[in-house]
């Protein structure tokens, strides 16, 4: 396992591990969403976790997960602060529960390392270490939203009043606001009444 040295290594890795929940968060069938997630947290952020398929989760336990990751990011896109979401601060409880489990020692530099992650990692713990590592960057709250056209969790490469998740959905919506308005209508009718639209 890798460790982050500089600050913007870890801000990359904490980037990282929003893109692998908003991957979740987004995902069609969370059995999928779930098994994509374990791959993309071994593969990208390099924990020393089980794949997915020697776990053995039962969709029970995935859909749990899913239900709480979709409160605790509405609480904390809601929210002044993060520490205004009781939600997230009970992960933080979780998290302080689990912390400090597993012991890594760095050869290069003979260091130990503590992580909130390991091999014996259930997928609660997956979740909770990915969503702590995520909000250790504080700016990162700002960067989470919801798309106003398909209703999919984005996150943002920079803070700002973001609306949508694409110029895909920014067209989409806007197109069927006109369409709902009677706007689209109208200006047909006139370019067909001035034979430019045939």
Known sequence: MEFARTKAEQERKAYKCGVVLIGFLNSEKVTIGAKELVDKAIDDLDLPIKPLIRVGLKKRIISDCYSDLVDIFGHVISCRQLSDSKKFMHYMDMYNAIGNKWMYIDDEDNYFYYSAIGEDSTFDDIIIYLVIEFFRIKRHKELIGICSSCNKYHLYKQKGNHKFCSNKCRNKYHGDK??????????????????LDM
Not at 187 to 194: E, L, M, N, S, V
């Open 178 to 195: 006109r369409i709902a308005s009677g706007k689209a209508a109208e200006y047909k009718r006139k370019r067909r009444a001035q034979g």
